[in-house]
């Protein structure tokens, strides 16, 4: 009986541990999220850019784009909420809305075209995955003074 008891617990230690992992994949999950305001065009149809848009998440601005700026904000967790106010012209009327999404589990870096995303649009034409390029490293060039493969076959050609 002893074996028996000792298995149930070792079953039940691991069945909280998965518990624990599957909460804290959902509720722990850091994103990082990226604010467009790009002209885009989609199906033919093309939605412009504002001439300002700012981007408030739990009451605090992140982020005030012009035409073709990016703005960011990093956040925990599935659900995003924000406020946008989106001014269409300058000098004009500031329009107001709160939005509220569920990002993908399984991109990091999101990017979200407000424009597009307050026109309407589908999910898979405002919101995109961010891709870094990669770096290029400037090759390096041979410090003053040091002999290079030039040198050598001189000396090889003067004997």
């Known amino acids: ?3 028996g008891r000792k298995w149930i617990f070792r079953i039940g230690a691991l ?3 998965l518990a624990v992992a599957a909460v804290m994949f959902v509720i722990g999950r850091g994103h990082t999220v990226y604010f467009d305001n790009r002209e885009l065009a989609y199906n033919g149809k093309t939605v412009a850019a504002p001439y300002k848009i700012v981007v408030s998440v739990d009451g605090e ?3 005030k ?3 073709k700026e990016r703005g960011m904000t990093d956040t925990m967790g599935q659900k995003f909420s924000m406020v946008v106010r989106i001014t269409q012209e300058k000098g004009g009327e500031e329009k107001t809305s ?3 999404m569920n990002l993908p589990y399984n991109m990091d870096g999101i990017i979200l075209n407000i424009p597009a995303m307050m026109a309407g649009l ?3 034409a405002y919101l995109t995955e961010f891709i870094q390029a990669p770096t290029e490293e400037p090759e390096e060039e041979p410090a003053e003074g040091e002999d290079d493969m030039m040198g050598e076959e001189e000396l ?3 004997v």
């Open 1 to 3: 009986m002893n074996k």
């Open 15 to 17: 069945a909280i541990v």
């Open 61 to 63: 601005q992140v982020a």
């Open 65 to 67: 784009l012009y035409d």
């Open 98 to 100: 709160a939005v509220s």
């Open 122 to 124: 589908p999910e898979e």
């Open 156 to 158: 090889l050609t003067d």
